[in-house]
């Protein structure tokens, strides 16, 4: 068995045998960059070494093998005073484990090659400060002794020296430090510090080996599930310095810009200074720009590597260098990171000129960091001091005044002021304050809150349930910790992390690039599924057009019943106790929804939109009981016996609407089928405006969806009465209305009766959000202010069930009706409406189990898209 | 084909063509009884029939056959002046269609045969009635007359003779009557009432016919799901009469008494009179032993026919007999209603007298109606005034002085005093007020509100939701409608209709009588389920014990916390805001908590107990918000600071507590895992409990049962802890002490993730309350408020799917976690523990998927010790 290889030598796509940096080391030899020179011990040697305890036959005699070929190459030798050979022994396992191993630099000096690598690079004080940096790191590697012990020595000669900065010693300080140093190392260890070359090159290889199972590394491969016997590769390689003069320097640069992906090199560089003196800051670095004209040389060598490794890897490098008397050695390449924009950007360039496809182009990017570049965001090099931290209910970044109630939000805003409205939590009666505003900040309410749910509908930024924040609605104040913000306050709210910041926070726009949108063109070109939207609002469903929805998979009627002029209408609907009152407000609402339809419809000319009937319980739509009892408190006691009846009325109907568990009672087509005469209403105002589009020559695709069936005749019913009305308007119309009909599968039931459900339905669209509360047994707004962190914290759960979809048991039961709603309706379309189908795991799962469409918020449209694409091409 | 037979020479068994009744004429007349003779029409002819649109050829030629035949064997004759032969003419078809199809008596009659028949039976009013009466009959059925013309003529006759009674016509009036009768039939139908016997024969059996496609039997048989195809048969059998002098009479008798069941004829009869007469109640009927003395011999032949009727048909039956001048005929006999308690008699005698089998005997019941001999019942015989109704909450009967709030309850309940605790709704603060009352009325809440748990788990009879009382807490009265109940007014409920009655209602006992404690005796011989029951004190599980259960299947930890003296300690610890705080509650709640289980596991002693770790929500122990905010403004009122100061306190927690679902929120293992200590110290209390047990040298059977897991870690977690303290508490106690441990399954995904579950499981207990209400997404108490209702009554539901479980759903569910969960782990243990346990139809269930037990109420233990038997008897 082999156990050492020169890079030169070495199979670039080993990194089993190689490991990653050795792999790395051997592909850049390999393909001609000027990398120092070298060799590679195998992780075969390592996993021997560690059965063996002991360093396996053979291996040293391949090592100092190895090792005269590197002195001939480079023409020094290890231990020689004149050309003294110095080395780096480094670990590099086949698997990633930043920071876990050791690491031995400038290995090699000694009492005698210190001077040679004095006279070589013409800097006594660097070759000493090499010697005392050498000895200290391998005193602590290899020897295991104290970093502190060594730093403790080093401060008491600075001190001596009368200077606070290391690089202010002198080489004469140095020289009492190296003195001090080996005492030490003699004084603990009983031994000299080793001053043969040889011996510290075996005893740092071993060191290297031992690192593998130091505490720190066994934690982090358990941490990764990272296999124990995998063992880690030892690379020697031979030191380059970028410090022998103004023709030496050191740098990292990046093939193209990772904040942008424009094209060109981006990078700044140190001359005449190691690696160590960039990351130290102690003098500024110079824009890489700046060496073509000061090394053109050089320059021209690095634009080269540069090119070489991006076509090589096939994608942008983050490279390091060191260039040593105008020579330009690589140290190591690897992706660079980057902006979700410069991803974006590089990955479509990259395509353009032929490096990557399309889909490689796709699979590449992250759509979670995708999604970011379509919400205003907090400029990452602002400064800013935090409030408080919520939930980050809607995403996007806002400024404005904190203004408490909403229709001084509404009048601010109105008149073009930037305001942000705190409330304890948000009802209908608020709707016309949130659209006015910037933002909402509520103390209490989850993540499916009332405010959480209007603004992500309309894309505004919302931080619910902050907890921290307690307000005063009479004193026009709220209090963080013993902090109080007054009306008029500036504050910022991040909705994708929580932030509440004082002051205005400076953000950055969104944008959807040239680069982006010709990403999402071909993702389009390799979905299976079908992206479309939820959108209530015409203006909703022409931003999900501009996102690239092809239609709209979930329509809420009921945020519609919540506008400030409908409300009243639509209490007077519930409110009624008498089928006749009840159909008089409903008459009124007609040409409202019809109006609703018609714009909505409009804006998706061509394409599906899908409109659910009335879903939630009735008594959302009515104010409060305690606002409803102080009301009649009021009205009594100002004798006006009228407003006092009227508010018993409403007290008496409320108290009867009261409901335990709002979330399992009285809603979806329940009330369809109680009050059959709202979702007509609904059915009537859909077909009318559907006529009116008709007649003006557009192309309306009705779909009609009843929410929370459970049982089939449900459906049945439902169904009937929607063709019943069909029927009608047609006729009063003179012309055919086609539509289609299907349901939401949101119980468990409906799925476990999804065979006989399939049969009156054209389409299943599943209602996650629900689905995953009743499967669980688990009120979203409850869990995730109650037991949910904890479950997710303590790991009882790997992810929140109402962000990424539960395979195992949601998805179990959403396979199961998709199977058997299309063994008994082959023509059954199947998709999904919860948030999950703007989450790419989730979407994912959609593709995986042959769903035809996902439904999600229209500022999700591009990464959903991204994210169907993905599934497919990683199928 | 042959198209007629005999009474005795039809196959008593071939209902499909005999008709029922025409098979029990046959029956009856093979096996030697005196039945009148007769002969019946196939169902073959009435198919045929249809089919032509006339009757089959040949048929008639048969019937004449027949009736020459019969009139050879009675020595009379069709149409003959002296010896006339009167015959009924009666539809039966296969499965009994009651009232549906039509009847002519007493055909034969005409102006010469009615005298022939006032000579013979020497009673010319008689005949002439008789005639009358078969002229309507026949003039209505026949020849569709309406009623309505006959009754007319009747009340002219009547109103002339100026009498009021139809029996007070002499036979002059009822002469003018059949004239008037002829001619109305003349005039309508343009032509005479048939003369002829022979024609009117022919004319009545189409007719019978006929009816089978009747409006109202076409209904039937669709409601019925009965086929249209089976034809009726037509019986024509020779008419006999009881009103022939004192040696003739008419009469009913049960071969048993079927009130109590007791053996020996029971039943009445007249002397002289024709089963109209016992119908229309004009003389009072004699108790049949009189005939003893009156009519030795028929007595002594009727004791002959009861006796063999029963032996032949196995069963107790309720006979329609007749005499005719000393000879007795018997018209009917079928299977005898009772009540159920004789129902029980009866099958355990005829086991002990051989007649029928142990198996027999147990399918002969219904368990519904077994149910009712359980609990005290209202006096069937009683009248009284029904004041409103509500939800049958918990059954039973009691009576007792109203009052309105649970102190007052208490204090005059333990004096003595029946009182009825009547409040809005009940809280844990009024415990207990129920114990000491009789019973509970609250005019809010469903059949899961505290009040009806409560009420139930004490066997105490409870009314709740019932919404037409209006109470006034204040005044100290509730109203129903414009009538007010003040306190102290008595009053009765019946907790098993929802009844709420005036004043002290007479209700009768429950027992177990010795009949009944052998029939389940056998019952349990059969059974493949074992019957444990639902038990949280000592008390309950005794009773349990009376009732057969062996073992407890739950018991509900809460319950306990609910105690009065408890309460304030399981509050002290909800609020504790710090670890120590509330470890200090629980340490005082252990001895509390080890005194509970150690009643329980007594009393249960040898067999296992189920102790289910703490469920509901913690909020459900706390003070009401409102309560609690007027307790918080009076002690500042009162300047009280640190009353108020613990006041908020207790605010700010309920606050934080509050769910906007609780049914779905912070509940059940949930609380296991987020304060681990509060199911530490419960498992500790049982523990203590055992090892005390164990030390007395009884034996104690541990099941701990971990409640609302939905995720396999989290079973896992708690069996982890659990076995912890029990480790601890053996070392403590210096003994083993052995238990299993498993799990409820009551949501959706718990069934989904069942393999992986019942790894970690040793039985599996199926929640079906909380299963049902997850899987349809329904919170029961809303549910049965607002919509369940309107589906029900509206057929989208087959039943209350909170009563019989849901086969479809919510069984598959289950069928699913059984089959998987014993796939993992063949020793698992399955069974029920919602309120399905105690529902026949869901113990059927139950039994087919092979589930190892039920657990019910202890009040429902025999029913359901009978419905596992009868299900394992049926498979």
């Known amino acids: 068995m082999r156990y050492v290889y020169a890079f030169e030598e070495g199979n670039g796509s080993d990194r089993r045998r190689l490991g990653g940096k050795g792999a790395g080391l051997a592909e850049m030899s390999r393909i001609g960059l000027p990398v120092p020179p070298g060799f590679t011990i195998t992780t075969e040697a390592c996993i021997a070494y560690q059965k063996l305890k002991r360093m396996p036959d053979g291996l040293m005699e391949e090592v100092w093998d190895h090792l005269r070929r590197l002195e001939a190459k480079l023409d020094r030798r290890l231990g020689d005073s004149a050309k003294p050979l110095l080395v780096s022994v480094r670990s590099g396992a086949p698997i990633s484990m930043p920071g876990m191993m050791d690491t031995v630099l400038n290995l090699g000096l000694n009492r005698e090659t210190v001077e040679g690598l004095a006279a070589l690079t013409q800097n006594r004080r660097f070759a000493l400060d090499s010697y005392r940096r050498f000895i200290q790191m391998f005193a602590n590697v290899v020897m295991h002794m104290e970093h502190r012990r060594f730093e403790e020595i080093l401060e008491q000669v600075k001190s001596a020296a009368g200077v606070t900065l290391d690089t202010e010693l002198k080489d004469t300080d140095l020289a009492v430090v190296i003195e001090q140093y080996q005492a030490l190392v003699q004084e603990s260890t009983g031994r000299n510090f080793p001053e043969d070359p040889q011996e510290q090159l075996e005893m740092a290889i071993q060191a290297v080996f031992d690192s593998w199972n130091n505490p720190r590394a066994q934690v982090y491969r358990r941490v990764n599930k990272i296999a124990d016997d995998l063992g880690t590769a030892v690379n020697v390689q031979s030191m380059v310095f970028g410090n022998m003069g103004d023709t030496s320097a050191t740098g990292v640069l990046f093939t193209r810009n990772p904040n942008t992906g424009d094209p060109g090199i981006y990078g700044e560089y140190l001359t005449n200074a190691q690696g160590e003196d960039v990351v130290a800051g102690i003098r500024t670095p110079k824009d890489i720009q700046a060496m073509a004209s000061e090394m053109p040389k050089t320059y021209e060598a690095l634009v080269h590597v540069a090119n070489l490794l991006e076509t090589h890897y096939r994608d942008m490098q983050d490279i390091e260098f060191t260039v040593e008397q105008e020579k330009l050695y690589v140290l190591q390449t690897r992706a660079g990171k980057r902006t979700a924009r410069a991803a974006v950007r590089i990955a479509v360039d990259l395509v353009r000129s032929g490096v990557i496809s399309e889909k490689e182009a796709i699979l590449r990017q992250d759509p979670e960091q995708v999604q970011r570049l379509l919400y205003r965001q907090i400029d990452p090099q602002a400064d800013y001091e935090l409030l408080a931290k919520g939930l980050p209910a809607s995403p996007g970044a806002a400024s404005g005044r904190v203004v408490f109630n909403a229709d001084e939000a509404e009048a601010r805003g109105k008149a073009g002021e930037a305001v942000i409205l705190v409330r304890p939590e948000t009802t209908p009666d608020d709707i016309h304050g949130i659209v006015a505003a910037q933002g909402v900040l509520t103390s209490r309410g989850g993540m499916t809150s009332h405010a959480a749910i209007v ?49 205005e926070v400076p953000t950055v726009e ?173 059915a009537r105002a859909i077909f009318q405006a559907q ?57 468990p039931r409906a799925a476990l009766v999804a065979q006989e459900i399939a049969r009156d339905a054209e ?77 790419p795991a989730s979407i994912a799962f959609c593709h995986e189990i042959g769903m035809d469409y996902v439904s999600c918020s229209p500022y999700r449209v591009p990464v959903a898209r991204l994210a169907a694409a993905q599934a497919a091409l990683r199928e």
Chains 1, 2 share one sequence.
């Not at 603004?455 to 930024?461: E, I, L, N, V």
């Not at 959108?535 to 057009?545: G, Q, S």
């Not at 396979?815 to 309706?825: F, H, P």
């Open 455 to 503: 603004a992500r509908g309309m894309g505004k930024p919302a931080v619910t349930g902050c907890e921290a924040v307690k307000i005063s609605l009479e004193g026009q104040w709220f209090m963080v910790g013993d902090r109080t913000i007054a009306k008029d306050t500036l504050i910022t709210l991040d909705g994708g992390t929580g932030q509440v910041m004082l002051g």
């Open 510 to 682: 969104p944008e959807l690039s040239l680069e982006f949108t010709e990403l999402l063109t071909w993702a389009d070109r390799y979905q299976k599924l079908r992206v479309l939207a939820n959108a209530d609002t015409p203006e909703d469903a022409a931003k999900a057009r501009q996102f690239g929805a092809v239609g709209v998979g979930l329509c809420r009627t009921e945020h519609m019943f919540m506008g400030q002029d409908r409300l009243p209408v639509v209490q007077e609907m519930i409110l009624a106790e008498r089928l006749d009152e009840r159909d008089r407000a409903l008459a009124k609402l007609l040409p409202m929804q019809e109006e609703d339809f018609y714009g909505i419809l409009k804006a998706m000319d061509g394409y599906p939109v899908t409109i659910r009937l009335l879903d939630p319980p009735l008594h959302e739509f009515l104010p409060d009981i305690e606002e409803t009892q102080r009301a009649l408190e009021e009205a009594r006691a100002r004798g006006d016996v009228t407003q006092a009846e009227h508010e018993e009325m409403v007290l008496r109907r409320t108290r009867a609407l009261f409901e335990f568990n709002p979330m399992l009672g009285f809603r979806g087509v329940r009330l369809g089928i109680v009050y059959p005469e709202i979702y007509a209403m609904q």
């Open 691 to 747: 006529a009116r589009l008709l007649a003006e020559g557009l192309h309306p695709d009705v779909q009609v969806m009843i929410p929370l069936v459970g049982i089939p005749a449900e459906l049945a019913r439902m169904k009937a009465m929607v063709a019943e009305v069909n029927q009608r308007v047609a006729e009063e119309r003179g012309r055919a209305l086609p539509y289609k009909l299907g349901t939401m599968i949101e119980v």
């Open 763 to 839: 389409f299943f669209s599943f209602g996650t959000n629900d689905l995953t509360q009743t499967t669980f047994g688990y009120s979203r707004d409850d869990a995730e202010a109650k037991f949910l962190p904890v479950y997710l914290a303590e790991k009882l759960l790997p992810d929140n069930p109402f962000v990424v979809l539960d395979r195992q048991g949601v998805g179990r039961l959403i396979r199961l009706a998709v199977e058997e709603g299309r063994a008994a309706n082959p023509w059954l379309k199947v998709g999904i409406c919860g948030e999950h189908g703007g989450d």
